[in-house]
T-cell receptor, first 113, second 113 residues
């Protein structure tokens, strides 16, 4: 069964600290893996897209890694800010086409001062 | 540049009523899609369109209709609302169907009583 599982479900950290969110998938075939940030009451916003051949991709303080052999990805947030409080959603594409996306349920991150 | 605009933001319907959720994008994207987001579940694809005049079903299409008469607009119609359709609905668009980041609207929160 094609699944995307994220951990932890929720996370609380202090402002300025780093954190890492995990994503494991069993999706096959694999085309690309995406990370989205969703603020409360808003739509998801794209952070990164990684294909099979990419191991690491950065977007400012966000760094995503991909191990296609173990089917694992992580999103590392450096020097967290209050504005990082959001849900982070891992999405895996089963094919070249965008209509074959499998969404994880997200990790809810809260950053406190 | 407004991106993807959804209206209304909130809606309450009685069982059996019909309504249309509006979605418009100003990025000249060919691909548009509708998702629903329910607690504890990943986003699920309802319908999608790869261009004006072309639509197709996603994972959960029952009870919903779409049409795409222009590149900019992609309305979602609920034919006869049911409590199971209580959800947050997101419209999304991308430049192409493949390997392009999705741009989401800010959602319509629908409650069916």
């Amino acid at each position: 069964k094609n699944q995307v599982e994220q951990s932890p479900q929720s996370l609380i950290i202090l402002e300025g600290k780093n954190c890492t969110l995990q994503c494991n998938y069993t999706v096959s075939p694999f085309s690309n893996l995406r990370w989205y940030k969703q603020d409360t009451g808003r739509g998801p916003v794209s952070l990164t897209i990684m294909t099979f051949s990419e191991n690491t991709k950065s977007n400012g303080r966000y760094t995503a890694t991909l191990d296609a052999d173990t089917k694992q990805s992580s999103l590392h947030i450096t020097a967290s800010q209050l504005s990082d409080s959001a849900s982070y959603i891992c999405v895996v594409s089963r094919s070249y086409n965008t209509d074959k996306l499998i969404f994880g349920t997200g990790t809810r991150l809260q950053v406190f001062p | 540049n407004a991106g993807v605009t959804q209206t209304p933001k909130f809606q309450v319907l009685k069982t059996g009523q019909s309504m249309t959720l509006q979605c418009a994008q100003d990025m000249n994207h060919e691909y548009m899609s509708w998702y629903r987001q329910d607690p504890g579940m990943g986003l699920r694809l309802i319908h999608y369109s790869v261009g004006a005049g072309i639509t197709d079903q996603g994972e959960v299409p029952n009870g919903y209709n779409v049409s795409r008469s222009t590149t900019e607009d992609f309305p979602l119609r609920l034919l006869s609302a049911a409590p199971s359709q209580t959800s947050v609905y997101f419209c999304a668009s991308s430049y192409t169907q493949a390997n392009s980041p999705l741009h989401f609207g800010n959602g319509t929160r629908l409650t069916v009583t």
